[in-house]
DNA sequence: GAAAAAAGTTTCCCCGCGTAAAAAATATTC
DNA sequence: GAATATTTTTTACGCGGGGAAACTTTTTTC
């Protein structure tokens, strides 16, 4: 079947008695040929198994068909799966999805905006590190790059952000929690690598404040993306020196919230909102696990496929229009919020 | 600061007062030229902050420094942790890492593939989809490119492989639970994407045999890798039967193991070793939210550093050695049990 | 300060391919 | 079968940079 290697076009050409420029042709549309031709470059094809570097296509297109996607911490189940999402929806419309990942670090994100520039891409989508960003780079970057920002907003950079509502997300719990048992407490990290936190923060103050309620905020310390520990430790120390001033807490994201329900676990105390229970908690996230854990947690969840969808149209078109939009676009999804056991 | 835009590394040594060569070079290693040349390249460089285009670079040189890493699904969280170990171990040693996930379909594997090779790498760790694999392809790419496997070994393919001992696993799990209660049965689902958990199945069988015991096996149905969710149908449809032929139940993974405890949980069923106890849980993989479970998972871990690193290692080696290794060497990490509550 | 060594410059060709323009070959139309 | 339209081939250049060879300049050595 496969005889021996073809290096490069010209030789594949010269092997299926077609032209290179014809060839290259054929790559680019294989309708764009007449059909003897085809039928000779297929024949040769299936007999040499030869693809085209698509480094070297790239680097001399008008325009090219990649889509970079930059998330701040893949490792994070959220990203994870937002990630995926969008890369398959990038295919789907004829693109070539590339993915990195800042992993938390700045150094990281600039890197990846740098192999970025050099991708040539038609377009990217970023979800920035935020606190942690080098605006400056970021900027520039998209200065030169035509750039959705999703996730987390850095405003005036980028053609157009694409994210889900914070005020939403946490009214939205809020008024549940208020609405079916005592207010919440909000539980959070002192100093949150994810900016959303200080709007869900406020957030929250916000519609204690317009319950003519008092905020109740509990701040616990510790660094970086272990937020599970991090919640772990916070809620075990709360809990031991019975520091919760309520009986329901409304964690910043469900990750804190796993560590949170796994400290009330071990401190044998009851989670959910029947009788019996000695506290409720409810997060933001929709976290892919939040289903499964004990109990299931209620929550306040992305609209992941709306999310993705809008950033993916708002990139398309942004790449239609040649790269720039007359005036930037910000769409924020309101939550959704998912009921489960946990309050 | 930045005046304006620098195109090409001609422009770039033309404005610096340099030669293209010399500055080639000093892209290449800062320290190869004279200090009064590095002086006027840097001067230059955070003045009007040009970068060589890296495709270009890595389309002509001898050896990049690229390493690839694939893997078969990073939206799980075990993946998504070796991935980032990989990842940061491959960038500390000067090399520069891409990520790519198959996402647990056979296309995307062979066009990460096609991608790679396009890269021209010095070296790949591949993690294989296993059963959804192209052989083939996945053979014919390893003779082109130093390609070490890991987590799932395709016997005689690439130069290398690492991975954890399925066969240990096991072992491990079944010996201790054997010995501290009732002999475990074996949960897993029917067609496993993970070619491992046939591995873990046949030595389940093997372990019970050698204590003189029957297996017993149970078999959930479910396709793809949502298997949180397929754990939990599963576990539910197990425990409102009552088909569970003990008291002591051995996950294929961690993550059917979470979607089982939360099916126990709903059922009101109380996980764990002490008495009042209805049922002990125990798993294989020590995936990152095992110890946030309710109760926290007993399981059995990979090491993650140990494969991490040597995983790195064999890569770098072959890489040193030009590529190709005298013979295969494979290399199986033994598990670690790790004592948690659940079992 | 002259000779030797080291580093930089010029000049060319290469990687693997896109693309444009003009010339040649095929297809289509009547 | 001639005229026209459509494809393909030829030729040539560009992308952004690696790398070798020959030559010139700078630095080091004694």
Not at 106 to 132: F, N, T
Not at 235 to 243: G, P, W
Request: contains cysteine.
């Amino acid at each position: 079947m496969k005889e021996r290697k073809i290096r490069n076009m010209e030789e594949f050409a010269a092997i299926s008695g077609v032209s290179r420029p014809t060839v290259s042709k054929y790559f680019n549309d294989p309708e764009s040929v007449r059909k003897t031709v085809r039928a000779r470059i297929e024949a040769a094809l299936d007999k040499y198994d030869y693809r085209p570097n698509i480094f070297a296509m790239d680097q001399n297109r008008r325009r090219t068909k990649n889509v970079g996607i930059v998330v701040p911490y893949l490792a994070d189940p959220v990203f994870a799966e937002i990630a995926r999402n969008l890369e398959r929806r990038c295919i789907e419309a004829g693109f070539r999805a590339t993915l990195f990942s800042s992993h938390g670090e700045q150094a990281l994100e600039v890197e990846a905006l740098d192999r970025l520039r050099s991708l040539r891409p038609a377009g990217v989508l970023l979800a920035p590190l935020g606190r942690l960003s080098d605006r400056d780079t970021i900027a520039r970057f998209c200065a030169e790059v035509p750039t959705v920002l999703f996730d987390r907003d850095i405003p005036g950079v980028g053609e157009a952000f694409v994210g889900s509502d914070n005020m939403s997300f946490v009214l939205q719990s809020v008024e549940y929690l208020i609405r079916t048992g005592e207010p919440p407490c909000f539980f959070e990290m002192k100093n949150p690598s994810n900016p959303n936190s200080i709007a869900r923060r406020r957030s929250y103050a916000a519609a204690m404040e317009g319950h003519g309620l008092e905020p109740m905020v509990i701040q616990v310390d510790g660094e970086g993306w272990g937020l599970e520990q991090i919640g772990y430790d916070g809620a075990m120390r709360a809990l031991e020196q019975r520091a919760l001033p309520t009986d329901t807490v409304l964690c910043s994201n469900d990750r804190l919230a796993i560590g949170f329900l796994a400290a009330s676990y071990e401190m044998g105390l009851r989670v959910g909102r029947g009788s019996g229970c000695a506290l409720r908690v409810a997060a933001h996230d929709d976290h892919p696990l939040s289903r499964f854990t004990c109990p299931p947690l209620t929550t306040v969840g992305h609209e992941y496929d709306l999310v993705s969808n809008q950033g993916v149209e708002a990139l398309f078109e942004l790449i239609e229009t040649g790269g720039r939009l007359e005036r930037r676009t910000e769409t924020l999804f309101p939550a959704r919020l998912v009921l489960r056991e946990s309050a």
